[in-house]
């Protein structure tokens, strides 16, 4: 069995967003060769009683046309959740491209990334992807 870093992919899907209270669509992921895709979307400063929710779209183009719902989080009303997260899994979704959607509403919220993991690779190992800067590997293999 190959340990998660061999078997899952790292990416940014949304990078540094300024506080407001706007959707932002974050980047396709292709989900070719792997089953499933969990987006964690890092808050920055978030104005009390803001919004937001996260949103995972999926489409058959890698531009994101006409993007169809694959999943959701349940609309998190922020009280000091500055610097929190939020996690949306995506288990073998129907479309091949998915990508993020956070909608900020009532509030200013500011996002400080959301990272895209691709997992359930159906070939492993996992070529290291070119945004990943560094990667090890340790303890017993």
């Known amino acids: ?9 790292f990416q940014t899907a ?14 396709a992921v292709d989900m070719e060769g792997f089953d499933g895709v969990l987006f964690i979307l890092i808050l920055g400063t978030v104005t009390d009683a803001a919004v937001i929710t ?7 183009t890698s531009n994101g046309a006409s993007p169809t ?9 922020a009280l000091s959740s500055s610097a929190g997260l939020m996690v949306l ?5 129907v479309n091949r491209y998915v990508l993020p959607q956070v909608t900020r509403a009532t509030q200013n ?3 400080t990334n959301c990272i895209a ?15 990943v800067l560094a990667q090890a590997l340790g303890g017993q293999i």
């Open 69 to 77: 719902q694959e999943a959701t989080t349940a609309a998190l009303t």
């Open 14 to 27: 949304i990078g540094i967003t300024s506080a407001a209270q706007t959707t932002v669509n974050g980047t």
């Open 109 to 111: 919220a500011g996002i």
């Open 89 to 93: 899994d995506v288990n073998r979704p």
């Open 117 to 131: 993991i691709r997992y359930k690779a159906k070939n492993p190992p996992v070529a290291v992807n070119a945004a």
């Open 54 to 60: 996260l949103l995972a779209q999926g489409s058959a």
């Open 1 to 9: 069995m190959y340990p998660l870093s061999q078997t899952a992919d």
